[in-house]
């Protein structure tokens, strides 16, 4: 592990949201990832590009940055990407169409949560329970 994943690593740690879930190195970059953010250093030209989970609040997202920048050493420049998502067969989708995904399984979500919600409401409204 080079000295920047160890950075990106304990800086993950120190903030409170999750570890490294992946990290390679693909040629000229080192890849990082952990459930919310996604890394992409530059060995060459020292740059650090990061993208943030849909679901990361654009203040939270910008106190991170704030916070990466102070503690990770030897990086020019930290540029802010496109957010990121996952579908269900693990492809990244970013920008628009991740939001658009995301709103659309959140919204699923919560209609799902209501519906069981509902059963269970007329469940102990409705059905005769066993004496003892």
Do not use: W
Request: glycine share 4%; net charge negative; aromatic share 14%.
């Amino acid at each position: 592990m080079s000295q920047i994943t160890k950075d990106i690593s304990n800086s993950l740690k120190d903030l409170g949201i999750g570890d490294v879930i992946n990290c390679k190195k693909l040629g000229n970059n080192y890849i990082v990832n952990s459930e919310y953010i996604l890394f992409n250093y530059n060995i060459e030209q020292s740059n650090l590009y990061v993208s943030f989970h849909v679901s990361v609040r654009p203040d939270a997202s910008a106190g991170y940055i704030l916070y990466l920048q102070e503690h990770i050493k030897n990086v020019n420049n930290i540029f802010v990407m496109d957010s990121f998502y996952f579908d269900k067969d693990k492809n990244i989708l970013s920008g628009k169409e991740a939001y658009k995904l995301y709103d659309t399984e959140k919204e699923q979500i919560i209609f799902d949560l209501f519906i069981a919600d509902r059963a269970q409401k007329e469940f102990l409204f409705h059905v005769q329970g066993f004496s003892c």
